[in-house]
């Protein structure tokens, strides 16, 4: 009798998650959930986020650098004459990804963001930092000498 009802379970598990094996939150078609407030400038190869004023570099990706390295290779960084650049906290990667989509993808304005792990600036308790994944949607810490991406940002003052 335990083997029918074991059986019984893990049929009725199974055929449950096929039937939702389509299921999305988006709301319609893919296309009609583009974000506008994400606007990409080619010329200058960045992405003006409108809802937070503030502008990501979206040229050439970073090489994978632990987490040092990329706090200071956005430091260092001078671009359009900027050299305010930072890492960005989690929370603002976290904006970047466009979760409502059938497939977990990275707002439609950005070009150059490999699909991959990206460092933020926000550590925690245990000398270990967050970073997002652009190709799962996760995000986790991790050990500063792990080597991921990195993206840089600034608050727009650029002259539009």
Known sequence: MKRVLLLISISSMLLSASMFSNFSFAYGGDSDRIDKNFMRDDKREIVLDKKSNKFYYDSTPSAKMDYHSAIEYCNNMDYLGYSDWRVPTKDELKSLLDLARRKITIKHAFQNIQK?????????????????????????????????????????????
Not at 128 to 154: E, M, P, S
Request: include cysteine; glycine fraction near 4%.
């Open 116 to 160: 991959g792990i990206y460092w933020s600036a926000t550590k925690d308790r245990y000398e270990q930092a967050w970073y997002i994944d652009f190709d799962l949607g996760r995000y986790n810490t991790a050990k500063y000498d792990h080597k991921y991406y990195v993206i840089c940002v600034k608050k727009s003052d650029i002259k539009q």
